[in-house]
């Protein structure tokens, strides 16, 4: 028979006591209350980022398409006479019941979008064209042919596609802000390739180098993360189509000139632009014959002249030309030498053993006016005032 050994101590059959339990029950209590206020203020955060973040779309496409299209258009767009199945300046979604107002004091002009229904959330837009003269420098040149000459216009707000590129690459990272600090955006370069092919076809292709880097973003789960964001890794460029003869060839039509139109990227900021480090046009000749190229620097309308004077003192273009023929030559014509605002001459440089540098074949005229239109787009929530999102910039008079 086997005997138990008493060791002397008891065992403890009481439990918890109540003041425990209670004690335990206060404390679960606390914790859940924090952790249900986290995720409540996190889903409220999340909810209004996207709301905010729609605001952001609906006010780019409407900056997009006043830019987009001519007064007489917008006009009838925002009159009584248009319904939503035929409205063009925003896409409606089915069912959509907005409205939309016209008010018109001489050039100006303010278009209101009420109940415009995006992803379930209900916005009003009111966009506002203010008209201003501006003394500009215009440069005449020589008659053309629009059968043999090319020309390229660059848009004077072809940055606010890079912030939107890189708001977007941000969005995909998890941010849920939709808001990005253009301060943080650094642009190394920006160029301008210009390609005439082998059949007189010639495309523009305006590329720009930058990089955001250590860029803080807030996730859904409130959480923050540092990220880098480069043109390597997510690359922005503008393309343009300028002459293609391809319907007119068998006629005669042939590239003989070709007329380069764009804005400096100054150094400097504080006018809208982002401060560009460097600034460059490279022409490419496939073709087998000589053209005529005419780089005209033009004047930013939407920037002051004391601005503009800033951004002349430090600015420089640099200009390469090449062919791959061997034979075909470039005659080159430019005004880089000459300052848009400011004593003294214009900085660049000038590379290309197939180009000659030529003289000024054109006169400027100082004293012409030219009428540009500011633009102010704002979406609230539908029946508020408050602003969710604003977004300013500039077009000329069409």
Not at 81 to 90: A, P, Q, R, S
Not at 125 to 134: G, P, Y
Not at 260 to 270: E, I, R, V
């Amino acid at each position: 028979m086997r005997v138990k050994k008493e060791t002397g101590q008891k065992l403890n059959n009481k439990g918890l006591s109540l003041v425990e339990v209670l004690v335990a029950m206060l404390i679960l209590s606390v914790v859940s209350i924090v952790f249900l206020r986290s995720f409540s203020q996190s889903a409220i955060m999340n909810r209004d980022a996207k709301v905010k973040q729609y605001a952001l779309t609906l006010a780019q496409s409407l900056m997009e398409s006043v830019k987009a299209y001519d007064r007489i258009t917008l006009d009838q767009q925002f009159g009584s006479g248009v319904d939503n199945d035929n409205f063009k300046i925003f896409q409606l979604e089915n069912g959509d019941g907005s409205t939309r107002a016209l008010t018109q004091s001489g050039e100006n002009r303010v278009y209101q979008l009420n109940n415009v229904t995006l992803s379930n959330n209900q916005y009003d837009a009111k966009i506002t064209i203010t008209a201003t003269t501006k003394t500009a420098q215009l440069l005449t040149v020589e008659p053309v042919n629009k059968y043999n000459d090319a020309f390229f216009k660059q848009d004077n707000d072809e940055q606010v596609g890079l912030y939107s590129t890189i708001a977007l690459e941000l969005a995909n990272l998890g941010d849920i802000t939709g808001v990005l600090d253009a301060n943080e955006i650094d642009l190394d370069g920006r160029q301008i390739n210009v390609t005439i092919a082998s059949d007189d076809t010639v495309t523009v292709d305006v590329a720009y180098s930058y990089e955001v880097n250590d860029y803080t973003i807030i996730k859904s789960d409130l959480t923050t993360e540092e990220v880098d964001i480069t043109s390597s890794t997510n690359p922005y460029s503008v393309s343009y189509s300028c002459y293609d003869n391809s319907a007119t060839k068998s006629n005669g039509a042939k590239l003989e000139k070709l007329y380069l139109y764009y804005y400096p990227a100054y150094k400097t900021s504080g006018y809208g632009w982002l401060p560009c480090d460097s600034d460059a046009i490279s022409i490419v000749n496939n073709s087998t014959t000589l053209k005529d190229i005419y780089i005209l620097k033009q004047k930013n309308t939407t920037i002051s002249d004391t601005n503009t004077a800033i951004g002349e003192n430090t600015y420089a273009m640099a200009v390469s030309c090449n062919n791959t023929s061997g034979t075909a030559d470039l005659n080159v014509y430019h005004n880089l030498g000459t300052k848009l605002e400011g004593a003294g001459s214009g900085s660049y440089s000038f590379s290309g053993a197939s180009a000659t540098e030529r003289g000024t074949p054109w006169v400027e005229d100082t004293d012409s006016t030219v009428l540009v239109f500011d633009v102010k787009v704002e979406v609230m929530k539908h029946g508020s005032t408050e602003v969710l999102c604003e977004l300013t910039g500039t077009t000329n008079v069409k």
